[in-house]
């Protein structure tokens, strides 16, 4: 979906020649050719990492044509090839013998001038069940064997680094590769349970819409002091931060990468955080950790102002595992009720609701008819969290909402909401 933040009457559009997969999200570079380019990955263990080709070129300074540039165009999947022998992808994670894992690839046709190029399948079927059309393209063999796609390790975040060109890949994890009846270890995904995942560096074969690539695994991540198999392009593992799960990607202002991570705890058993990684010279591969979120919560969404010496993050589901009555984080809270940090300026707090005084009855409400109910009489105003979690813009069948109460009222526009 596309939103014109500047024009609150327009529509938001869907993109549909984007493909329909488990989209992390699309991100965006303009060709030398003036072609926009978009690059996606399907968040979903043995799914495929996409590419989108615009029809129409960038027309600078246009932004009426410009934000119809996602309307049309050429849909690819990607196909890696490993350069090492098979015998040394062990399914470890340990490093073939040429010192890195790395190869070629391919962008594997799926739409190409408004016409499908699978089988069987029309350009509208393409678009909507994607991930069947992938699982149909390439070429068949003198031997008979589809020379398809490549199945990933949950390829989160893809990002084009403007800086280079080179297009930067999150796999988050796969902790079935190698199971019973699951494919196992590759060169472009080299382990078996992939718990901590990786990161794929990918160097396009002339611009952005080119059908042909290079390839090489930035790292394999994990913990090397407790004995994790990890690789940092050839960096000492001594001497990184360990980082497990990276989940959404990033760039400063001269180029490094940072990574945010979705793995704790089931991971290395550390908080999630956020990574600075240098990509050129004899530092690259150097993982720095730069902070880490509270327990049980997700990093992710980071921009980097590092000009302005500010960083951005969002900081989801703090203490998650916890419950009412045993909570394990109160983010943003670091000090306990009615205290305040030394040299700050006393600020009152917002309200909460213990489990006590969380009405029992199950129903709905409607803001805009609400009328006053007894179970919140005397209660202080302020905005309270309902309990359990809010997700995605809807109320649902055990979510919560922050609601603001006055007077024993509850006050709000929109949709009501369940389960209070």
């Given at each position: 979906?596309?939103?014109d933040?500047?024009d609150?009457?327009?529509?938001?559009?869907?993109?549909?020649?984007?493909?329909?997969?488990?989209?992390?999200?699309?991100?965006?570079?303009?060709?030398?050719?003036g072609?926009?380019?978009?690059?996606?990955?399907?968040?979903?263990?043995?799914?495929?990492?996409?590419?989108?080709?615009?029809?129409?070129?960038?027309?600078e300074?246009?932004?009426?044509?410009?934000?119809?540039?996602?309307s049309?165009?050429?849909?690819y999947?990607a196909?890696?090839?490993?350069?090492?022998?098979?015998?040394?992808?062990?399914?470890t994670?340990?490093?073939?013998?040429?010192?890195?894992?790395?190869?070629?690839?391919?962008w594997?046709?799926?739409?190409?001038?408004?016409?499908?190029?699978?089988?069987?399948?029309?350009?509208?079927?393409?678009?909507?069940y994607?991930?069947?059309?992938?699982?149909?393209a390439?070429?068949?063999?003198?031997?008979?064997?589809?020379?398809?796609?490549?199945?990933?390790?949950?390829?989160e975040?893809?990002?084009?680094?403007?800086?280079t060109g080179?297009v930067?890949?999150?796999?988050?994890?796969?902790?079935?590769?190698g199971?019973a009846?699951k494919e196992?270890?590759?060169e472009?995904n080299?382990r078996?349970?992939?718990?901590?995942?990786?990161?794929?560096?990918?160097?396009?074969?002339?611009?952005?819409?080119?059908t042909?690539?290079t390839?090489?695994?930035l790292m394999?991540?994990?913990d090397?002091?407790?004995?994790d198999?990890?690789?940092?392009?050839?960096?000492?593992v001594?001497k990184?931060?360990?980082?497990?799960c990276?989940d959404n990607l990033?760039f400063?202002?001269?180029g490094?990468?940072?990574?945010?991570?979705?793995?704790a705890?089931s991971?290395?058993?550390?908080?999630?955080?956020?990574?600075?990684?240098?990509?050129?010279?004899?530092e690259?591969?150097?993982?720095?950790q730069?902070?880490?979120?509270?327990?049980?919560?997700?990093?992710?969404?980071?921009i980097?102002?590092d000009?302005?010496?500010?960083?951005?993050?969002?900081v989801?589901?703090?203490?998650?595992?916890?419950?009412f009555?045993?909570?394990?984080?109160?983010?943003?809270?670091?000090?306990?009720?009615?205290?305040?940090?030394?040299?700050?300026?006393?600020a009152?707090?917002?309200?909460?609701?213990s489990?006590?005084?969380?009405?029992?009855?199950n129903?709905?409400?409607?803001?805009?008819n609400?009328?006053?109910?007894?179970?919140?009489?005397?209660?202080?105003?302020?905005?309270?969290?309902?309990?359990?979690?809010?997700?995605g813009?809807?109320?649902?069948g055990?979510?919560?909402?922050a609601?603001?109460?006055?007077?024993?009222?509850?006050i709000?526009?929109?949709?009501?909401l369940?389960?209070?």
């Amino acid at each position: 979906m596309e939103v014109d933040p500047f024009d609150p009457t327009s529509t938001p559009k869907k993109h549909s020649s984007l493909g329909r997969f488990k989209h992390e999200g699309a991100n965006v570079i303009v060709a030398a050719s003036g072609h926009v380019v978009a690059y996606s990955g399907d968040d979903e263990r043995f799914d495929y990492l996409y590419k989108f080709v615009s029809k129409g070129k960038y027309r600078e300074g246009d932004r009426k044509h410009n934000m119809t540039l996602l309307s049309a165009g050429d849909l690819y999947v990607a196909r890696f090839t490993g350069n090492s022998p098979a015998s040394e992808i062990t399914g470890t994670g340990t490093v073939p013998a040429d010192g890195g894992f790395d190869g070629t690839g391919e962008w594997l046709p799926l739409v190409v001038g408004g016409k499908s190029c699978v089988a069987g399948m029309s350009v509208e079927e393409v678009l909507v069940y994607t991930r069947v059309a992938a699982d149909k393209a390439g070429k068949v063999d003198a031997q008979g064997n589809r020379l398809g796609p490549t199945k990933m390790d949950r390829c989160e975040d893809v990002e084009p680094s403007l800086h280079t060109g080179k297009v930067y890949v999150a796999c988050t994890n796969n902790s079935d590769r190698g199971k019973a009846g699951k494919e196992g270890a590759t060169e472009v995904n080299p382990r078996n349970a992939n718990r901590d995942g990786h990161v794929v560096e990918i160097s396009e074969t002339g611009d952005q819409t080119s059908t042909a690539f290079t390839w090489n695994l930035l790292m394999v991540c994990g913990d090397p002091a407790q004995g994790d198999v990890t690789y940092f392009s050839g960096y000492p593992v001594d001497k990184v931060s360990p980082i497990s799960c990276p989940d959404n990607l990033a760039f400063d202002s001269v180029g490094n990468l940072w990574i945010s991570t979705d793995g704790a705890p089931s991971g290395i058993g550390k908080a999630d955080g956020l990574f600075k990684v240098t990509l050129d010279g004899a530092e690259r591969g150097r993982v720095e950790q730069f902070l880490a979120v509270p327990r049980d919560g997700e990093t992710c969404g980071p921009i980097i102002h590092d000009q302005e010496r500010t960083v951005f993050v969002s900081v989801q589901h703090p203490g998650e595992d916890g419950t009412f009555d045993a909570q394990l984080s109160f983010f943003p809270d670091y000090v306990p009720a009615g205290t305040t940090p030394p040299g700050a300026r006393p600020a009152p707090r917002a309200p909460r609701w213990s489990r006590s005084s969380v009405p029992t009855t199950n129903r709905s409400i409607t803001y805009s008819n609400a009328g006053s109910d007894p179970a919140h009489v005397g209660a202080p105003d302020g905005l309270y969290l309902t309990p359990r979690c809010f997700w995605g813009g809807e109320a649902c069948g055990d979510s919560g909402r922050a609601l603001l109460l006055r007077h024993g009222r509850f006050i709000s526009s929109g949709r009501g909401l369940g389960n209070l």
